[in-house]
């Protein structure tokens, strides 16, 4: 009797950056984890496992469907076959998730692709086909600059029950820059609200007639005399987390809210425009959504979108039965709770081992919550961990998690974001970080104490100090 088992990557890749970046950072993961294998080889354009039917992996992801072995049943062999595709599945689920589709079967070989199509996909390894598509494809999603810019991503469309919104013109994988847009208009919010509506009304004098209607055009949730400010306090977003200098945008400004959003909108301050990335996958059609909120239940959510921005929130957060929306409000509530312990307790010595269980736990909920898609709080979890470990001496530690955070603020944010640059440099340097403050040595360790040679599991339970 045979035995057969692999995983599929399902969706498949596509060669968009994100995908490409996260291929890259696969492969080098199982290069590092069998170095000293030397059952496993680099050949030109794959990595080829010398054992059972000799499964292989391609240096190019968007050509990878399977990666798999038929074994003889009970023997020596099935066991060192298992070992391979059990460990490379378990690399392949720390980056892609819930992509990888693992399978076991006894007699005919199995899983999600035919076999005629992944025999296909197998034959394409022996050619490299790189240089074609970076000519062909010169400019990624992620390289946008500012929205004047080709952009077939997105359409402005008619939402029922929203009046205008975006949906996605194509599909779109997690990391991609949707859109990248020039303020149409900047205030500061701090004037008093007479002298702001005179500021705007000089400012609009300089607009174009064409701009002037689109600003016009933004629904207004607070009408009155100073009808200017009423439409930038329902439209416009601050120039960065603590900024009080606000814009509004032709084409951001539209994008609708969700409680469980596909993208995530951040001002980038060294391009001086407002981004817009996909923090899960879009199907082509799909309303694009950013969140306008921050926490809390689904009916204190309502209660906060309803005072600032006029409508009732029915998206699929905030429309579950009700004993799911009880156990959403909850996770919810843990999560705010989380936060706000770890960010106000996690240096005091005496509580360190806990406080990373909070980041860990907080990570888990945001997993739940967010059906896999956590977007920038899983960054900001992420960093409270770094910031943990730094202020304990463990260099090793916080580098993975400073590594950990600096990936998901580049899908967030972009790989030209201030934020994800200034992570990056902390996950090779932790001790670079001035701001926190050296707690004590008690977990001192260097960076390059960093485990190795590892399967994943064992690697986060040494990550989260569990027997320690």
Request: hydrophobic share 35%; net charge neutral; glycine share 6%.
């Amino acid at each position: 009797m045979e035995k057969a088992a692999g995983f599929d990557m399902v969706p498949r890749l596509t060669t968009t950056l994100v995908d490409r970046r996260n291929w890259d950072e696969f492969i080098t993961q199982v290069q590092d984890h069998y170095k000293d294998d030397a059952q496993v080889e680099l050949i030109s354009n794959y990595i080829l496992f010398k054992v059972g039917e000799y499964p292989r992996l391609p240096l190019e992801g968007h050509k990878f469907l399977r990666f798999s072995s038929r074994f003889p049943a009970r023997t020596e062999s099935t066991t060192s076959m298992e070992s391979y595709i059990n460990t490379v599945s378990g690399i392949a689920k720390l980056t892609f998730g819930g992509r990888i589709c693992h399978w076991t079967k006894l007699g005919k070989l199995n899983g999600y692709y035919d076999w005629g199509v992944v025999w296909e996909s197998l034959k394409s390894y022996k050619q490299s086909d790189q240089s074609e598509a970076s000519t062909s494809n010169p400019t990624s999603s992620n390289t946008m600059k500012n929205d004047d810019s080709p952009n077939t991503m997105h359409k402005v469309m008619n939402i029922p029950g929203k009046g205008k919104g975006l949906t996605a013109a194509v599909n779109i994988s997690p990391g991609a820059r949707v859109l990248c847009e020039k303020p149409l208009l900047l205030y500061r919010s701090e004037l008093p609200p007479d002298e702001l509506q005179a500021d705007l009304a000089k400012k609009l004098k300089s607009l174009s007639r064409d701009e002037q209607r689109q600003f016009c055009a933004f629904h207004n949730n607070f009408p009155g005399k100073n009808s200017f400010v009423g439409i930038v306090k329902t439209n416009a977003m601050p120039c960065g987390e603590i900024s009080t200098i606000g814009a509004v945008y032709s084409t951001i400004s539209r994008i609708n809210h969700s409680c469980l959003p596909n993208c995530y909108s951040s001002w980038n301050r060294n391009l001086g425009q407002q981004t817009v990335h996909a923090i899960r996958p879009i199907l082509t059609g799909q309303e694009i959504t950013i969140s306008y909120v921050h926490g809390g239940t689904s009916t204190d959510r309502k209660a906060e979108l309803m005072e600032g921005f006029g409508f009732e929130c029915g998206c699929g957060s905030c429309s579950l039965p009700e004993s799911e929306q009880r156990l959403s409000d909850i996770h919810r509530e843990h999560i705010d709770s989380l936060n706000s312990v770890v960010v106000d307790i996690f240096p005091i010595a005496r509580d360190a081992n806990h406080n990373l269980w909070r980041c860990r736990r907080l990570l888990e909920l945001l997993d739940e919550e967010f059906e896999g898609y956590p977007g920038i709080w899983a960054a900001v979890a992420n960093y409270d961990a770094f910031q943990i470990c730094l202020s304990h001496g463990d260099l090793a530690r916080a580098s993975v998690f400073a590594e950990r955070s600096y990936k998901v603020r580049v899908d967030c944010q972009g790989e030209d974001s201030p934020e994800a640059q200034r992570v990056k440099s902390f996950a090779s340097h932790p001790e670079n970080n001035g701001d926190v403050q050296i707690w004590s040595k008690m977990w001192k360790t260097k960076k390059r104490s960093v485990l190795k040679g590892v399967d994943p599991e064992q690697f986060e339970q040494w990550l989260w100090r569990e027997y320690e």
